[in-house]
């Protein structure tokens, strides 16, 4: 499967282009002030050079983490998030579906829950209670975006919403949610085991993108 | 009150102006030159968040007008971005009520006007992936979380199909229409509204004087007391 993953300077997305590497044929893209060797320079506008980066790809992992580098380009951080998880990943999205992309996996956040009461039991089926702190604000747009694409039925996109995760069960929840047959929109909470677990990863686990079950 | 209308060079803007000027203090703003014998004016690009912060400052109320409806990055950056900037800065300032503006779709998307009819304003927003819907769509969204969680109320005004009030020509039969004029008053109408009116702090209204059934309007008329005085009878007797 030819997979493009986006971001793919940062932290997680280093790690995805690792570990996906050898099962799939990779492209690896970020932002000009993020993008090196193999990485394909792009800004995600609405142009052909977007086109070109999505084209012949089976599926995108859109890792969704701006670079430092263009976020402080942009003259201010909030407004640079903003305009990445709205413009940019609606133009990335628009032109996978122009060129026939069949799957998108989305990266998002568990902080969408963050204003919760630890005591609460939120699952998938709990609506977003994001702030506006903008490191939360950010993935309620990116998901917003990626919602109506995908219930447009433009589009599948799997959302991943991700806590403290280990390199590993990074790597296995999207290699596993790539080899699955996507739904229309489905989405999954994440975080590895470990001390301060809070959030119940059992449809994740249920689904194999995941070792273990309920913590 | 002292209000900031953003956008006032856009189609609605003048009309807001006309209704909203008897009894109330006007900052009037737009991305273009702003000419007004009787009012402040500046010039106020939306997705310049220094912009719109010193605009808002002393405010009581933010009226948004802007839109960019073709442009793929302008409608981002105005629609979208533009909506973050606005909150962001009237939150900060103490700014208790935006109006915000858009085209019906920004809720009700393709998803529900290709099937649905009696589409109230407060169904969860569907705006689709158009890019004018799409982007006035995040634009909401935004508006809408940041209402939930700060001290301050959200009024959405939802249009679509606009005519002049003495414009009597047949045709354009259009579930979702209202005179331009009747469209600045609900602009004044969502300002002056008692904040124990509002069931929560992030509310949506069709706007529109059409019998069609297919966008409710009842909330409207309840709520702000929208009583259009134009007949648009002529768009849809036969």
């Known amino acids: 499967m030819k997979i493009l993953i986006t971001s793919s300077a940062s932290e997680v997305g280093r790690i995805l282009v690792e570990g996906l590497g050898e099962a799939h044929q990779v492209v690896a893209t970020d932002f000009p002030g993020g993008a090196g060797g193999d990485v394909v320079a792009c800004s995600l506008d609405a142009d052909d050079a977007t086109e070109a980066l999505v084209a012949g790809v089976d599926a995108i992992v859109h890792v969704a983490d701006l670079p430092v580098t263009a976020a402080e380009a942009f003259g201010r951080v909030d407004n640079a998030q903003v305009d990445f998880h709205s413009r940019c990943t609606y133009n990335l999205l628009k032109a996978a579906v122009g060129e026939g992309v069949e799957h998108v996996i989305y990266l998002s956040s568990l902080a969408l829950f963050a204003s919760c009461d630890p005591a609460w039991d939120v699952t998938e089926r709990w609506a977003p209670q994001p702030s506006t702190d903008i490191d939360t604000l950010k993935h309620a747009i990116g998901e917003f975006t990626c919602r109506e694409f995908a219930r447009e039925r433009q589009i599948k996109v799997t959302c991943l919403r991700t806590g403290e995760l280990n390199r590993d069960d990074l790597i296995r929840a999207v290699f596993k949610a790539l080899s699955s047959p996507p739904s229309e929109w489905e989405v999954y909470h994440l975080e590895s085991d470990g001390d301060g677990r809070r959030f119940d990863i059992s449809k994740a686990a249920g689904a194999g993108l995941f070792n273990g079950g309920r913590p | ?238």
């Open chain 2, 1 to 238: 009150m002292k209000i900031f209308v953003l956008g006032v060079n856009s189609r609605l803007g003048p009309h807001v102006v006309r209704s909203c000027e008897e009894g109330h203090s006007l900052r009037l703003a737009d991305v273009t030159d702003v000419a007004s014998d009787r009012h402040e004016t500046c010039r106020v690009d939306l997705s310049n968040p220094d912009d719109v912060i010193a605009a808002v400052e002393g405010m009581d109320a933010v009226v948004n007008c802007t839109v960019e409806r073709q442009d793929p990055r302008r409608a981002f950056d105005v629609n979208t971005r533009g909506c973050f900037n606005m909150m962001r800065a009237s939150v900060d300032a103490g700014v208790k009520r935006v109006i915000n503006t858009g085209p019906h779709f920004a809720i009700a998307g393709p998803s529900y006007e290709t099937f649905d009819y009696a589409m109230v304003p407060d169904m969860p927003p569907h705006p689709g992936v158009g890019l004018y819907a799409h982007s006035k769509g995040a634009g909401q969204e935004i508006c809408r979380i940041f209402a939930s969680q700060h001290d301050i109320h959200v009024l959405t005004l939802l249009f679509y199909n606009f005519r002049d009030h003495d414009d009597t020509e047949r045709g354009n039969n259009h579930p979702f229409a209202v005179s331009w004029r009747d469209a600045g008053d609900a602009v004044r109408l969502a300002l002056e509204v008692e904040a124990d009116r509002l069931y929560s702090r992030c509310e949506v209204f069709n706007v529109h004087a059409v019998p069609h059934a297919v966008f409710s309007n009842e909330k409207t008329l309840r709520v702000l007391g929208f009583n259009p005085r134009d007949d648009l009878g002529f768009a849809w007797r036969k």
